[in-house]
């Protein structure tokens, strides 16, 4: 089975920096995706992680460990445009076409 | 490009009726995928297909049919409406059937069953 595993609020203030994690139980795991929802929104893409380490894009990066089943999305320099939810996703090695969601952590960025 | 599309944005049934959701692609992707959320969880996968004529069902799909005549369209049936299926409906679609990761989204179909 699978099972993605997300703090369900964060709060932070605007030009911090703010991390959120995600613990997954995911069998034949291939990688852990992140995506951004705003409110009455759609959600969209933003980061892919298959190895270990840190993959940044902008002012978001990600990172993965495969060793502890693991990883978290960092957003750097938080504007209140930011204020949304984020759900990690992982897909799987069988190729059985799945993208399976974590429950999603809303992050609440103060002045 | 208009990118995922579904109709309606809004819809309210009684407890018994069926009716199709609808959604189109003008991306030429092969994947595309239902899934619906309910308030404070995540996403959850319904069916998806990996191109026409082909679909599978996801981790909740009891309640719903598809089908996958066309590359575009992938439409989304409700049986017989329980107000359990009350929630929000989102139809994405990836362009390569082995890689699932990166999924564009439509802009949801807010139901409510009665």
């Known amino acids: 089975g699978q099972s993605l595993e997300q703090p369900s609020e964060v709060t932070a203030v605007e030009g911090a920096i703010v991390q959120i994690n995600c613990t997954y139980q995911?069998?034949?795991?291939?990688?852990l995706s992140w995506y951004q929802q705003h409110d009455g929104g759609a959600p969209t893409f933003l980061s892919y992680n298959a190895l270990d380490g840190l993959e940044e894009t902008g002012r978001f990066s990600s990172f993965l460990s495969r060793s502890d089943s693991y990883g978290y999305l960092l957003l750097q320099e938080l504007q209140m445009k930011d204020s949304a939810s984020y759900f990690c996703a992982s897909d799987r090695a069988d190729s059985s076409y799945k993208l399976i969601f974590g429950s999603g952590t809303r992050l609440l960025v103060r002045p | 490009n208009a990118g995922v599309t579904q109709t309606p944005k809004f819809q309210v049934l009684k407890t018994g009726q069926s009716m199709t959701l609808q959604c189109a692609q003008d991306?030429?992707?092969?994947?595309m995928s239902w899934y619906r959320q309910d308030p404070g969880m995540g996403l959850r996968l319904i069916h998806y297909?990996?191109?026409?004529?082909?679909?599978d069902q996801g981790e909740v799909p009891n309640g719903y049919n598809v089908s996958r005549s066309t590359t575009e369209d992938f439409p989304l049936r409700l049986l017989s409406a329980a107000p359990s299926q009350t929630s929000v409906y989102f139809c994405?679609?990836?362009?390569?059937?082995?890689?699932?990761?990166?999924?564009?989204f439509g802009p949801g179909t807010r139901l409510t069953v009665t």
């Open positions: 995911t069998s034949g795991f291939y990688g």
């Open positions: 991306m030429n992707h092969e994947y």
């Open positions: 297909s990996v191109g026409a004529g082909i679909t």
């Open positions: 994405a679609s990836s362009p390569k059937s082995g890689e699932v990761r990166e999924q564009y």
